[in-house]
């Protein structure tokens, strides 16, 4: 059973909006709190920066932060070791609790295969839990060629997560590559990265603190996103104008971890959020839910928050593929034995394709159960007799009067008489 904290609902019988904690913990979390305080989601979300390595929290421009491991790592980072991320995140215990009071909703922002991500973050996430709070972690997987090492300890670091997180979000860095041009330089494709991960951060923040008609609640954002295997996928787009709807909608799943909405083939469910102005109309809602649904058959989640500050019509597409519950085989039935055929039918009859539902129930009646098709049956046609050799016989041709020639010499080489055709002399049969 989901069971969601009691303060997301209610606050002293009033209905309020929940706090929500973003902490981005290593390099990779701390590069997207940057980016999100640089948009201005300082104003709904509380944006917290944590790291072993003094340099780099240094230069960051968060507003909160939390050093890691003053004694364990000495400002110096862990260098690649999640043993020692472990160790600097519950040495800053008192810290981090700290950090937590009152947060409804704690979003970890980490780069998995690394140190701080890989061992700080499970941690981090065990006290938020302890704390009360909903659990997002929203993770970054190493690219292929980063070397096994760093892909078993995102894959260690996966499975610690998992004990803590209430849901689960993980991006491949290999797809998010593609964000950007083949030779694009490395700053653009790391800074394409995080600005897919902040849209996908800021959609969770709209879809939870934007009132509307049809709220959604966390125990939606889990039933998406609570499976830890799963790759997530996210869309965003918005639109003016008279067809803003149709034009909102396909900028979304044109979005590229979308590919033009074929990736959602795969999806056991997605969310889908529309953020609008109170003028909204439901046939502008229709027209979203119908595109999104011609690419996916998975349980669609809708949430609609209506804002007068909004100046354009937004929709945000959030999924989650694999790790979905395993497929049922298909059930084969077994078929009765077929009647011995005849010697003289089995030479001329031809194999019929065998078809087998999958299922009983949905196998589909056969015409004989539905109508009488004796007035329609065919002779079956009898087999083609099988036609004699045909054999070359002799033409046996009148003798012919040669005319001027009756009295010439016939023409005899080696004892054949060349006269006669050679066919003839040599007794050579015509095919």
Do not use: W
Not at 69 to 93: F, I, N, Q, W
Request: proline share 6%; with cysteine.
């Amino acid at each position: 059973m989901l069971e969601i904290p009691r303060t997301l609902l209610t606050d002293d019988g009033a209905a309020s909006a929940p706090r929500i904690l973003v902490a981005g913990i290593g390099n990779a979390g701390v590069a997207l709190v940057d980016r999100l305080t640089l948009a201005g989601f300082g104003n709904a979300l509380d944006l917290l920066a944590i790291n072993t390595d003094s340099v780099s929290l240094g230069s960051s421009v968060a507003g909160k932060k939390i050093l890691l491991g003053s004694k364990t790592a000495r400002g110096l980072g862990t260098g690649g070791d999640p043993e020692v991320g472990a160790e600097a995140a519950e040495e800053a215990e008192p810290e981090l609790t700290a950090a937590l009071q009152g947060a409804h909703i704690v979003i970890i922002c980490a780069g998995l295969g690394g140190g701080v991500g890989s061992g700080a973050a499970p941690v981090f996430a065990e006290f938020a839990k302890k704390q009360g709070a909903l659990v997002v972690t929203l993770a970054t997987l190493p690219f292929s060629f980063e070397g096994r090492r760093r892909l078993q300890q995102a894959a260690d670091a996966q499975a610690e997560l998992a004990k803590s997180a209430d849901a689960f979000l993980t991006f491949e860095n290999d797809r998010m590559a593609e964000l950007s041009e083949p030779l694009a330089g490395v700053h653009d494709t790391f800074a394409a990265s995080d600005q897919v991960l902040a849209e996908t951060i800021g959609a969770i923040a709209r879809l939870t603190l934007t009132p509307g008609p049809i709220r959604v609640t966390p125990a939606d954002l889990l039933a998406v996103f609570r499976r830890s295997g799963s790759t997530s996928l996210f869309g965003f787009g918005e639109a003016t104008g008279g067809n803003r709807a149709n034009e909102a909608v396909e900028r979304a799943l044109k979005s590229p971890l979308l590919a033009r909405g074929k990736s959602l083939a795969d999806t056991h469910a997605a969310l889908v959020h529309i953020s609008a102005t109170p003028d909204l109309h439901i046939a502008e809602i229709r027209v979203i839910m119908e595109a999104v649904s011609r690419h996916t058959d998975g349980h669609l989640h809708l949430g609609i928050g209506l804002d007068p500050s909004y100046s354009s019509l937004g929709v945000s597409i959030l999924a989650a593929t694999g790790g979905a519950a395993p497929v049922r085989a298909p059930v084969r039935q077994q078929r009765p034995a077929a009647a011995p055929v005849p010697e003289s039918e089995e030479a001329t009859s031809e194999p019929a394709e065998e078809f087998e539902p999958a299922d009983a129930e949905t196998a589909p009646a056969k015409a004989s159960e539905l109508f009488d098709t004796s007035p329609y049956a065919v002779a079956k046609a009898a087999g083609a007799k099988r036609q004699p050799k045909p054999e070359q016989k002799t033409l046996r041709l009148d003798p012919v009067a040669r005319g001027r020639f009756e009295k010439s010499e016939p023409t005899i080489v080696g004892g054949e008489d060349l006269d006669v055709p050679t066919f003839l002399r040599q007794k050579i049969k015509l095919r």
